[in-house]
């Protein structure tokens, strides 16, 4: 049997992080108090698993195995999927300013119609159907989830955010990511036991679903700076808060800064959809949230105008700051 270590510096993360190791915030989305406890979750870390999903197993497995399959690939067959500008298999870069990470990835577009890029391996319409049929069913549970966070907050209509989502114009992401095993004397930079899989960041979107297989390396930032690491979970899936829900509930929920480090022995496969609004979507805090003559802590924007400048940016900016009103 082969017994994991956890990779050095995430010990070290787990000992800075304050002593009070806060957990996870868990919500059963079968029970009747989930709606507050999404909202408590939001406001306090902007992540939260969820188990009792809907989602069906047989589908994430079956969209991991596919993925599996395709990273397999020798890099020239996965090349014919790139670059990834702006959809399709990438390798090592992230984005388009110089951002670099232990991972490669597929990344692809969910609008309507037949997703996607090209080229999808030996068997593109087997890994087609498993990304539609995983797609659809984490879709109705992201958008279930937006609608428990507007019953939370007591607002209406419920689908004031899902129906963002719902859209058929709705610019949502999809991203398989795999971070191969990073061999121990790589990940030695400047004395320091460190490996970045995927930098720090906040998700620009309204709302992330992210599955992965068991291997560790996720973590989230803590309001006090410090890094708490994610247990892995192949059965859940976490919800992070995008920039664009921080900015719809005027900053009272917050939007989580993330990392992955690369683990020294296993692999790690993620799948992550990203609901996003309309291009066209005006982004501005809602009315029926800002009571007691609330000033609006941003500028309005349109997604289109939000997504153009995070673009334009490194992964660990900050970017909200340039829309916030002074
Ligand atoms: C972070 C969330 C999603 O993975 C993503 C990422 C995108 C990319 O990988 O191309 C970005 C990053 C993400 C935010 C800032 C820009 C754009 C890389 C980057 C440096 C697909 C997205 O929508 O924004």
Known sequence: MVVLSKPAIEQCSYMKTSALFPAIPLIDLSKPDSKLLVVKACEEFGFFKVINH?????????LESEAIKFFSLPVSEKEKSG??????????????????????YLLLNTNQGSP??????????????ALNDYISAVKK???EILELMADGLKIQPRNVFSKLLKDEQSDSVFRLNHYPPCPENAQVLNGITNLIGFGEHTDPQIISVLRSNNTSGLQISLRDGSWLSVP??????????GDSLQVLTNGRFKSVRHRVLANSLKSRVSMIYFGGPPLSEKIAPLPSLMKNHEQ??????????????????????????????I
């Open 54 to 62: 809907g989602v069906p197993l047989e589908f994430i497995s079956r």
């Open 83 to 104: 670059p990834p500008n702006p959809f399709g298999y990438g390798n090592k870069s992230i984005g388009l300013n110089g951002d670099v990470g232990w991972v490669e």
């Open 116 to 129: 996607f890029v090209s080229c999808l391996g030996k068997n593109p319409e087997k890994f087609r159907c």
């Open 141 to 143: 549970m992201a958008c």
């Open 232 to 241: 892995p979970d192949q059965n859940s899936f976490f919800i992070n808060v």
């Open 296 to 325: 609006s802590l941003y500028k309005e924007f349109t997604w289109f105008e939000y997504k153009r400048s995070a673009y334009r940016s490194r992964l660990a900016d900050n970017r909200l700051i340039n829309f916030e009103r």
